[in-house]
């Protein structure tokens, strides 16, 4: 069983749309939790970090749920540049991080 | 901002060549990583480096050795590359615990 499961899409969304995103995670013991972006044939750069509170930064919101053990990201109002691979990070055992493979998301004009 | 470098970007290797991915960090972190990633697999982590010339295993560290002689930088090592190391390489480094990773820009290798 991989650590991390994230849906690989594509989604594919018209400009202006929300869309969501889940990955689960196996280790409950995981103690912190990112959302990565990734362009084609690009190095993952860090979208957010994701709080046990829930956490937003603009059109963007993450979430965590322990109990369940998942994550989620909630992109609102799309846009054409939001067209990359997201992928879900999972961090225990210090130096120990999980990468789901990503899901990949297209916005349509 | 954190800069991470890989040298060399793309590179064309024979099979049972030696190879070296280098990687410098300037941001005096402690923690180094390398990484390769393909398709449908994601990225998996070769080997991983918490202080100079100290290193450990990651989850996929056949085929390959690290060096870390200097606290910025961290090698990779191919031994004798084949095809099957084809791939995207990803050099990471991370500072205190808790803080995200931050990557270079990748090094894409073939093996032919």
């Known amino acids: 069983r991989k650590e991390v499961e994230q849906d690989p899409g594509p989604f594919n969304v018209p400009e202006g749309a929300t869309v969501a995103f889940n990955c689960t995670y196996s280790?409950?013991?995981?103690?912190?939790f990112f959302w990565y972006r990734q362009d084609c044939r690009k190095e993952p750069k860090l979208l957010m970090s994701?709080?046990?509170s829930g956490n937003e930064d603009g059109r963007f919101t993450a979430q965590l749920n322990r109990a369940s053990q998942y994550i989620s990201l909630l992109i609102r109002d799309s846009k054409l540049s939001d067209s990359a691979t997201y992928l879900c990070?999972?961090?225990?055992?210090?130096?120990?991080?999980?990468f789901g493979s990503g899901t990949k998301l297209n916005v349509k004009p | 901002d954190v800069k991470v470098t890989q040298s060399s970007r793309y590179l064309v290797k024979r099979t049972g060549e030696k190879v070296f991915l280098e990687c410098v960090q300037d941001m005096d972190h402690e923690n180094m990583f390398w990484y390769r990633q393909d398709p449908g697999l994601g990225l998996r982590l070769i080997y991983f480096s918490y202080d100079v010339k100290m290193k450990e295993k990651g989850d996929i560290p056949e085929g390959y050795s690290v060096s870390r002689e200097k606290k910025e930088r961290f090698s990779l090592i191919l031994e004798s590359a084949s095809t099957n190391q084809t791939s995207m390489y990803l050099c990471a480094s991370r500072g205190t615990p808790g803080n995200t990773i931050y990557f270079g820009e990748g090094s894409w290798l073939t093996v032919v």
């Open positions: 990070v999972v961090n225990y055992n210090f130096n120990k991080f999980y």
């Open positions: 994701v709080y046990s």
């Open positions: 280790n409950s013991a995981s103690q912190s």
